[in-house]
Nanobody
Framework: QVQLVESGGGSVQAGGSLRLSCATS????????MAWFRQAPGKGREGVAS???????TYADSVKGRFTISKDYVKNTLYLQMNSLKPEDTAMYYC??????????????????WGQGTQVTVSS
């Protein structure tokens, strides 16, 4: 099990950038896959991007070319660099960690541990 704490959310105008961080503590060696999910008001939680321990990355089509997921293995911190933000990116963003169960990178059941979330608001 790991503890995950997100930070870096805020309010920006469309076209702006934010970098989210997810500090990891506890059993830092177990997460084979980590990911960012988001949930907009009235909508389900959707996968944004994931990264494996082999540093393989996957992105949702809606963020490809704009968002970059990365992990600093010395600081045990997961990042999400978000550029060219759009109003439709407005959501609560969550960090998740787990081992692959085979459900798919963007399925919530794939992940055992979750952070509390950080709010991102993009105005037009």
């Amino acid at each position: 099990q790991v503890q995950l704490v997100e930070s870096g959310g805020g309010s920006v105008q469309a076209g702006g950038s934010l970098r989210l961080s997810c500090a990891t503590s506890g059993n830092i060696y177990y997460p084979v896959r980590m990911a960012w999910f988001r949930q907009a008001p009235g909508k389900g939680r959707e996968g944004v991007a994931s990264i494996t321990s082999a540093r393989t990355t996957t992105y949702a089509d809606s963020v490809k070319g704009r968002f970059t997921i990365s992990k600093d293995y010395v600081k045990n911190t997961l990042y999400l660099q978000m550029n060219s933000l759009k109003p439709e990116d407005t959501a609560m963003y969550y960090c998740a960690a787990g081992v692959p169960y085979g459900f798919g990178w963007n399925v919530m059941a794939e992940y055992k541990d979750w952070g509390q979330g950080t709010q991102v608001t993009v105005s037009s």
